[in-house]
């Protein structure tokens, strides 16, 4: 089972989170709620939950104003929030658990399903996401990527090129390093591309400032700096043509 305690002044949004979550995921056990951030620093010196489902705003100040009041983080933090792009673009670089308001029943699961995994490097995504949300609309340099095993914050300038494999993406960098990371290159796509990376291919996005040449013969393929040949496919190739001609 999975303990878990509600944090958020709107008394509706935690009876219906708690309706949900008895509703929708029978392995939560829910042993605490607060309404706000010194009710919430208080329950939480002594319970000693799994998960917290944090709400961001709160009537006495905000989920980080209350998280760093705590000495450590010794659980999991799911955060709730309205809709505010930023916020949410912060969130993804963050690798950090959020659920939009108002919840969708299935992405709960899976956030609930997640939550039950490690907890190494909590505390280094979620500095980063404090980093990210009080950069307002700073351009990001920092991605934190989740591994099976650690939350990993790698420089995005870093990053030569991903490689999608099912539900997978692999990472390679400019230090010869490669890593594997648990989320679709969907994501990662949308999240990098005002960093100067391009989708050349179903299965491949590239940082556009590691390219050397790019082979016409053979269907076509780029090569990057360290020798890799990548693939593109006949349906990017003018897209991909266009994209070198404007760099």
Request: hydrophobic share 40%; charged share 30%.
């Amino acid at each position: 089972m999975l303990k878990a305690i509600l944090i958020d002044d709107i008394e509706d949004a935690r009876k219906t989170l708690r309706k949900d979550l008895e509703n929708l995921c029978p392995e939560v056990q829910i042993i605490g709620e607060a309404g706000g951030v010194v009710e919430g620093a208080r329950i939480l010196k002594n319970l000693h939950p799994d998960v917290v489902f944090l709400d961001i705003q709160m009537q006495d100040g905000s989920g980080f104003d209350l998280l760093d009041i705590l000495k450590d983080i010794p659980f999991r933090i799911i955060f709730t929030t309205a809709s505010d792009a930023h916020a949410i673009k912060a969130f993804r670089f963050s690798a950090v658990d959020y659920l939009l308001k108002p919840i969708d029943p299935e992405e709960l699961k899976q956030a609930v399903k997640k939550a039950s995994g490690t907890l190494h490097g909590s505390e280094l995504s979620l500095e980063l996401l404090k980093r990210t949300i009080d950069g307002g609309q700073k351009k990001q340099e920092k991605l934190a990527l989740h591994s099976l095993d650690k939350i990993h914050v790698v420089s995005i300038s870093e990053i030569q090129r991903c490689e999608s494999s099912i539900n997978y993406t692999e990472f390679f960098f400019t230090n010869g390093k490669k890593l594997v990371v648990t989320r679709t290159m969907k994501d990662f796509e949308e999240m990098l591309s005002g960093h100067g990376f391009y989708r050349v291919h179903n299965s491949h996005l590239i940082n556009t400032r590691f390219i050397k040449e790019f082979v016409k013969t053979e269907g076509g393929y780029i090569i990057m700096q360290d020798g890799t040949q990548v693939p593109v496919s006949s349906r990017k190739r003018p897209e991909v043509i266009k994209m070198l001609e404007n760099l």
